[in-house]
């Protein structure tokens, strides 16, 4: 019978010392490489904040106007009018109604998102009014094709620009905490790396 061959004890080897200061240097690299600045979650939050605080100011300047066209449509009343008054400090336009139910009534044309047509004192345009409440009130032309709203426009596209910052500072967070470890883990696995010992078994 043949003896079996006892197995050599497994032994502990240690690399060879310019190796280690190879990892050595190496892990040093890394537990010193600078990392980009960290985007603040409260610069994150105030980004968003400001995306909030345009789309309802974009909503304020576009629902109101959108909802009176929609109901001058339906069921307002045309007349002419007469231009009595025109101001800009504060800015309005005052029309006296001629050829309706309510001639002799003199309201203030309704702004459409903060404008007024141009016109002037003296001068003749035709008017759509609410019949239930003459204060709400606009040319016909607007009521037929509203102008370009373009306060609302400008506040949409301003709120876009927020939330596209809000979700790249969001990505830009997340990107550099997956690629660089805090100073506690850099510091850990260049201790680690610096005293690293292999264990190989010899056949």
């Not at 203030?108 to 204060?135: K, R």
Request: net charge positive; aromatic share 8%; glycine share 6%.
């Amino acid at each position: 019978m043949t003896k079996k061959k006892k197995k050599r004890p497994a032994k502990q080897y240690q690399l060879p010392p310019h190796i280690k200061r190879s990892h050595q240097e190496v892990a040093e690299a890394r537990a010193w490489r600078p990392r980009p600045p960290l985007p603040r979650l409260r610069l994150i939050l105030s980004t968003f904040g400001l995306f909030l605080l345009c789309v309802g100011m974009a909503l304020s300047l576009a629902l109101p106007s959108h909802f009176l066209v929609q109901d001058l449509r339906s069921r307002g009343v045309s007349a002419a009018a007469t231009v009595v008054g025109v101001d800009s400090k504060p800015k309005y336009v005052k029309v006296r109604l001629v050829s309706s139910p309510q001639a002799g009534t003199e309201v203030e044309l309704w702004d459409y998102a903060g404008m007024f047509p141009e016109t002037q004192t003296g001068a003749s345009m035709i008017v759509t009014y609410d019949p239930e409440d003459p204060s709400r009130i606009l040319t016909q032309s607007w009521v037929k094709d509203p102008p370009p709203n373009l306060p609302a426009y400008g506040t949409a596209a301003i709120a876009a620009f927020f939330l596209l910052g809000t979700v790249a500072l969001m990505f830009r967070r997340r990107w550099i905490l997956r690629n660089w470890p805090s100073d506690a883990s850099v510091a850990g696995s260049a201790k680690a790396h610096g005293s690293k010992s292999v264990r190989l078994t010899k056949p």
